[in-house]
């Protein structure tokens, strides 16, 4: 094993260790923080959602930060004229962000596996099924890119796009505590919505021309289908997000929706913990 191996998976482990801590630390806290009787009035599912916020929030926040100074608006290009897909040495921004983010996905997909019956309550079972996934492939495929120094520039973005999860974490838990009809609950909701399209959205233009104008001969054809396969699947998925809530937000400016309905989550909008999509949130009963 390599030093830029050894130094993903140890950064890994700290990451995946630290998450478990901070689920320790939040079950021992999160009944006082949010009162005994409140909590005691909780469904399972509700206190499953509710305890996974904290770790969500520490990896939308640490994730994104590391990889910052290493984002580029679009990747060099080659003499070819093409956007380069291989860099030259990866540094530690991105490995280390890397390494954080799939900690974070490692430990929540043990968790959604462990707690099975609460998770696919707090999910529904469609949603639960597609974040299983959403964290196999990543975990899977992300280590391979910044590893072999392939497409990196993509899951730079993808791990940047992380950080719209803190808000989509505490718009979750006031969703679950009945407290987003207020003036702070609006200005999450806000925030959430900037972010979204700040960083999900508002990037895809550059994305998609960095996919299709990419050197694709320069890395051997096993990673090429991969990447071919992986990459646009979180832009899929980040468009009809985005569409959902655009429709959310047109019906409430025009006055719509009728009959008020029991939020029910079932868009990313609502969930308590967010993830980014694969190479490249709750229902609640």
């Excluded at 689920?23 to 021992?28: E, I």
Aim: aromatic content about 12%.
């Amino acid at each position: 094993m390599d030093d830029a191996a050894t130094s993903y998976l140890l950064v890994f482990t700290a990451s995946f260790l630290a998450n478990a801590a901070i689920r320790l630390v939040g079950d021992a806290c999160l009944p006082s923080l949010v009162g005994r009787a409140r909590w005691n009035a909780l469904t399972p599912s509700q206190k499953y959602a509710l305890a996974l916020t904290p770790n969500s929030m520490f990896n939308s926040l640490l994730a994104p930060a590391l990889v910052f100074p290493a984002l580029t608006r679009t990747p060099p290009l080659t003499k070819r004229g093409k956007f380069a897909v291989i860099t030259p040495s990866v540094d530690g921004d991105s490995s280390n962000a890397c390494a954080v983010a799939i900690g974070f996905m490692a430990y929540d997909l043990v968790s959604m596996l462990w707690n099975y019956e609460a998770s696919v309550r707090s999910n529904g079972k469609g949603l639960f099924h597609l974040y299983v996934w959403h964290h196999v492939l990543s975990i899977l495929f992300w280590p391979v890119a910044i590893l072999n120094r392939a497409f990196v520039y993509f899951v730079n973005w993808f791990i940047l796009s992380e950080h719209s999860s803190f808000w989509l974490s505490l718009r979750g838990s006031m969703l679950t505590l009945g407290t987003i009809n207020t003036p702070a609950g609006l200005f999450v909701q806000l925030a959430f919505v900037v972010s979204f399209f700040g960083a999900r959205v508002a990037v895809m233009p550059d994305l998609y021309r960095s996919y299709v104008n990419a050197d694709w001969a320069a890395v051997p054809g096993w990673q090429a289908t991969i990447a071919a396969w992986t990459v646009p699947i979180p832009s899929m998925l980040n468009a009809y997000w985005g569409f959902l809530i655009v429709k959310s937000l047109a019906k409430v400016a025009l006055g719509g929706g009728g009959k008020k309905k029991k939020t029910t989550g079932a868009g990313p909008e609502t969930r308590a913990r967010g993830t980014a999509a694969p190479m490249g949130s709750p229902k609640q009963e």
